[in-house]
């Protein structure tokens, strides 16, 4: 996953004595529906990963991502770069810059260069510390003491369109009857084709008809679960996948980058045993999939 242009510089904002004005203008502009990200590191915390929960956290993912993974580690950095991506996020502020151990920095600019995000680290002293300068020396930065001008990189240049309004709270426990699932723990065991299969459009001979596709109320729910409850992008793309193709998670598994036609809008899933109606192409709707 690279940008299509080249990132922009990196920010530096320098606060010297440390005023409370920009940790609360950067705050305030933290708006998720809005591309703009504002992370404030947890305090008395050094680890890469800590730092990547923390950022998880402000996209609103849970950060702990279910499952095991190799030597316990978990893929935090990748999750948190594949949502912002997929939010998409255009602008990232990192308050208490100057605490960061030149790892954490490094992480930071490794997110930047991968996803393009215009990143500000705001230094709350009169000058960079030598972890933050050594790190910096990789990356293509500028400097400003200006309040003004570090307000502009924590919000950005004003969007003409008006400001999105906030997911509105539904309640946290209700339950989402949706058919769509219904297949999505089974017992079929397709693997993913060696060769190039570009398979027809599926012909639902051997499963129910195409699921119904959800009203707009019901996506909105769907999407705002995907995002508020789903802190690993590649269950979430599962979940949203299965709710217009009623595939099992194990089909769901045998579908590759090259598989997505981004012309015809279709969807290739793999199935060479035949378990249920071969490898077929589906249509993605608009809707959850998309959001």
């Given at each position: ?225 995907l995002h508020a ?21 194990q089909q769901l ?39």
């Amino acid at each position: 996953m690279f940008p299509a242009a080249p990132p922009p510089p990196v920010t530096v904002v320098i606060d010297p004595g440390d005023d409370a004005i920009h940790t609360h203008t950067a705050l305030a502009a933290h708006h998720l529906l809005s591309g703009r990200i504002t992370l404030h590191p947890g305090p008395g915390t050094t680890s890469e990963t800590g730092l990547a929960h923390d950022l998880l956290a402000a996209l609103g993912k849970p950060p702990l991502l279910p499952g095991r993974f190799p030597a316990g580690r978990q893929p935090a950095w990748e999750a948190a770069t594949a949502w912002i991506a997929a939010l998409p996020v255009t602008r990232l502020t990192v308050l208490r810059a100057h605490r960061l151990t030149a790892r954490r920095t490094m992480r930071l600019l490794q997110l930047h260069a991968l996803t393009g995000v215009h990143l500000t680290l705001v230094c709350h002293r009169p000058h960079p510390p030598a972890a933050l300068h050594q790190a910096l020396q990789t990356a293509d930065y500028a400097i400003t003491a200006d309040f003004e001008a570090a307000r502009r990189h924590y919000y950005g240049t004003p969007a003409a369109e008006p400001r999105p309004a906030d997911e509105p709270a539904g309640p946290a426990g209700r339950w989402l009857t949706l058919p769509a699932l219904e297949r999505l723990i089974s017992y079929d065991s397709p693997r993913p084709c060696a060769d190039p299969c570009t398979p027809p459009l599926i012909a639902w001979r051997h499963r129910p008809p195409p699921p119904a596709p959800p009203t707009a109320p019901t996506a909105q729910r769907i999407a705002h679960r995907l995002h508020a409850a789903t802190a690993h992008p590649r269950l979430a793309a599962a979940l949203a996948t299965a709710l217009f193709t009623g595939a099992s998670l194990q089909q769901l598994a045998t579908a590759r980058s090259r598989d997505y036609d981004d012309a015809a809008a279709t969807l290739a899933l793999h199935d060479q045993a035949r378990y249920t109606d071969g490898c077929a192409a589906y249509p993605v709707h608009p809707g959850p999939a998309s959001s």
